[in-house]
C-alpha cells in the first residue's frame, strides 16, 4: 500500500515555491546591479573620449591637468571592467578587447610624459590619436554592454517563465494530491452524492455485528443498473451523469432516514435497511420499481435495472452477506 503523506511534507512543498521568490529578486538585483555598472562604464567611456578630444582641442587650457588626474581614475576603472571582460564572447572588435585598452592606456601614458615636458607639438599629434582610440573603444564596450544587457534580459524572462511554470506545476501536483486523498477519505460518492462503498463497507460491519448481539433483524437491497458498467458504450459520459443524478434522487426520495443507501461500484447500487425483516425490505424494493419505472429517464434505450433482497443471518459473515446478495441479482 502506498504511504501518504504527511501534512509537514505538503506544506514544506509549498513553502519551497514560495522561497522561489527571494531567489528570483536576487537574480534580478543582481542583474540590475550589473547592468547598473555596466551602463556606468559605457558612460565613463564616453566621457573619456569627450575629454581626450577636449585636451586636443585645447592643449593650453589651465584645467588640463584637473583633466588628466579625472582620465587617469576613470581609466583605471575602466580597466578593472575590461580586465574582468576581456574572454566576453559579446566582444565584437578586431583583436581583443585587452590589446584595445592597452593601446589606449600606452598612448596615454606617452601623452602625459610630453604633457609633464611641456611639448606642445607631441601633446596635439598624441591627444588626437588618443582620442581615436579611446573613441574606438567606447562604441566597442557600448555595443558590448547592449549585447551583454539584452542577453541578461533573455536570461531573466527565461527564468521567470521556469519559475513559474515549477511553481505552477508544484502547486498542480499538490493541489492534485489533496484532491485525490479528500476523495479517497470521503463517504460520498462524488458522481451521486450517495455514501461510497468504504462508508458501505464501515456501516456494514457495524449494523451486522450489532444485529448479532442484539439479534435485531437487519436487510440489504441491492439494485444494478443494466449496460452502465466501466467501459460499457451504451450510453455516453453526458447521459450516464444525467442517469446517475436522476436515480440518486430517487433513492433518496424513497428510503427512510434510517436507511444507508451507498454506490457499491460503478453499477451497483446497496441499501442498509437496520431493524428490518426481508419483507418490509420487499415492500421498498417495490416502491423503487414503481419509482424507477414511472421515470423513464428520457434515454434510448431504456434502463433496466436488477433487484436483490436479502436478510443477514447471524450465523454468517459481513463478506458472505455481501457475496449472497449479489448472487440474487444472476
Known amino acids: 500500500m502506498q504511504k501518504e503523506w504527511s501534512s509537514f511534507r505538503i506544506t514544506l512543498i509549498l513553502y519551497l515555491v514560495v522561497l522561489i521568490l527571494p ?39 589651465q584645467n588640463n591637468q584637473h583633466m588628466i588626474e579625472r582620465i587617469d581614475k576613470t581609466l583605471h576603472e575602466i580597466s578593472l571592467w575590461v580586465t574582468k571582460n576581456s574572454n566576453s564572447k559579446l566582444y565584437i572588435g578586431a583583436q581583443t578587447l585587452s590589446k584595445d585598452f592597452l593601446q589606449v592606456n600606452a598612448c596615454w601614458t606617452t601623452y602625459k610624459e610630453n604633457f609633464s615636458k611641456h611639448n606642445d607639438t607631441n601633446i596635439r599629434q598624441h591627444s588626437n ?60 460518492d462524488h458522481e451521486t452524492k450517495l455514501f461510497n462503498q468504504k462508508y458501505f463497507n464501515a456501516v456494514l460491519k457495524t449494523s451486522t455485528a450489532r444485529s448479532q448481539r442484539y439479534k435485531d433483524p437487519l436487510s440489504m437491497l441491492f439494485i444494478t443498473i443494466a449496460n452502465f458498467g466501466k467501459g460499457d458504450t451504451t450510453y455516453d459520459k453526458k447521459t ?87 448472487n440474487l441479482l444472476n
Request: proline share 2%.
Open 129 to 188: 590619436q588618443c582620442y581615436g582610440l579611446v573613441d574606438d573603444l567606447a562604441i566597442i564596450i557600448e555595443k558590448m554592454v547592449y549585447l551583454k544587457q539584452n542577453k541578461i534580459i533573455n536570461i531573466f524572462y527565461l527564468s521567470l517563465a521556469l519559475a513559474m511554470i515549477f511553481a505552477l506545476l508544484i502547486i498542480y501536483m499538490v493541489r492534485t494530491y489533496i484532491y485525490i486523498q479528500m476523495k479517497k477519505h470521503a463517504i460520498h
Open 240 to 326: 450516464k451523469k444525467h442517469i446517475l443524478e436522476t436515480f440518486s434522487d430517487l433513492i433518496r426520495s424513497t428510503v427512510r432516514t434510517s436507511d444507508i443507501a451507498c454506490r457499491y461500484d460503478e453499477d451497483h447500487f446497496a441499501i442498509i435497511v437496520p431493524d428490518s425483516e426481508k419483507h418490509n425490505t420487499e415492500l421498498l424494493e417495490s416502491r423503487l420499481r414503481q419509482a424507477l419505472e414511472e421515470n423513464n429517464f428520457g434515454v434510448s434505450p431504456e434502463l433496466k435495472f436488477d433487484y436483490a433482497t436479502a436478510q443477514f443471518d447471524n450465523k454468517e459473515t459481513v463478506e458472505a452477506f455481501i457475496i449472497r446478495t449479489q
Open 23 to 61: 531567489f528570483s529578486f536576487y537574480f534580478v538585483y543582481t542583474s540590475f546591479k550589473t547592468m547598473q555598472h555596466d551602463t556606468k562604464i559605457v558612460r565613463q567611456s564616453s566621457w573619456t573620449a569627450g575629454a581626450m578630444e577636449h585636451l586636443a582641442v585645447n592643449p593650453a587650457d
